[in-house]
DNA sequence: CTGTATCCTCCAAGATACTG
DNA sequence: CAGTATCTTGGAGGATACAG
């Protein structure tokens, strides 16, 4: 996820194809969908398909999610078209986020990437407690 | 990618299964294999694979990595069982590094993504731009 | 060559308070 | 309810220097 971007970038025009080139966007992208906000949100809300999710109701099922990253999770989403967001001009004001085919077809990575994480975590932890011996 | 971690943790047992919960192991280990670094590191020893790729190479071929970040990065992917390493006595020392058959595992995953990534890449940024007019 | 040590900067994100 | 504004800080990570 997440992470510190790249010190500098000097030159412009986004060199397509080349990962390891820090200009390269696949790799920003990838830095992106690659924060943990990012794939729980992902989550919920392709797996709540096709429903639409509330504000609140997605602060509740993302545990320990501030409403200030929520809301900058949803923003980026949103602009990436990967979720829609939809007022309802009630009082109080009804916000409801849904994924869109693009956000849906994105879990679908993320998914695999989650599996692999669960098959994988007791061998993991057991290598790390085995080889930590001095 | 990394991210920064949960603020705290109080309670002790893992309760593995909940991907939700700000103890989950599973969470933790996405967010070590999310990272930007560790996401290169494995592409360049999954796709050498079966050589090995020694420190200064990978330093090469991971343009941007500082010494220390790919250091903390092997150590850490080591300890996992992702990669091995493999030290030559010689003067001076030559260090080898390549993927086990869990780093090989590991890569699968990680490719769908980039795959996905630079598929889709286009459609976002046209989205961007798009919704980006006020 | 393969790292470790040290210092330092900077910003992601938590806490808190507030608004339409 | 659904956010934004402001302030603060921990710690990731770059730069640099050095060691085995």
Redesign the pocket.
Known sequence: M????E?RVTTSPPPRGDLFDPNCPTRHLLDRIG?KWTAMAIKVLAQAHPDEV????LRRRIP??????L?QT??ALVADGLLTRRVEATV????WYGATPLGLSLDQPLAILRNWAESHMAEIDTHRRTSQAT
């Open positions: 997440p992470t510190r971007g010190p924060d509330r504000f609140a109701d320990g999610i501030s409403s200030k990253m809301s949803l923003q109080p004001p009804a916000v």
